[in-house]
């Protein structure tokens, strides 16, 4: 299903401006027209337009929303089997498991190194004494990238 269905009709439309400003082209080659080579570049932009926007359109996955889970980002991801993200110090001990489910959910198999199991971390970071800190690791789960969940989109 496409996530946004304008991005659907401007590729749709804009495939049939790169059809009619092909035509155009063309003729310009045999009419000899001095707009030629630049009718060339405003088809072939116009068709990675239509084309970009019909695949955006059909890939994209809107993010999964956890109930009970706050935003948190990503600080460290090594692209293969580890995924670290910066849980605020004002984090409740009933948000932990929502949230560290969120980050693990919205997490994408392409361009990942293993494409098998990614351990995802949730870690907050504790100040010892005035300049000194260190991270402490909350909770942590494994994803299976292979596998699919019953909430992943297609």
Request: with cysteine; proline share 6%.
């Amino acid at each position: 299903m496409a996530a946004d269905p304008i991005l659907l009709v401007a590729g749709t439309w804009l495939g049939a401006a790169s059809g009619v400003l092909a035509v155009l082209t063309i003729a310009g080659f045999v009419a000899r027209w001095g707009i030629r080579f630049r009718l060339v570049g405003i088809t072939s932009f116009t068709v990675l337009l239509a084309l970009s926007c019909l695949a955006f359109s059909v890939s994209y996955n809107p993010r999964v929303s956890v109930p009970g889970a706050i935003q948190v980002p990503v600080v460290f991801d090594n692209g293969t089997d580890l995924v670290i993200a910066a849980a605020p110090t004002s984090l409740e001990a009933e948000a932990v498991a929502p949230t560290l489910e969120q980050v693990a959910r919205n997490l994408r198999g392409g361009g990942r190194g293993s494409g098998g199991e990614v351990r995802v971390r949730l870690r907050r970071v504790e100040a010892i004494e005035p300049g000194l800190a260190r991270p402490v690791v909350l909770a942590e789960t494994t994803r299976d990238l292979a596998a699919r969940s019953p909430g992943d989109a297609a």
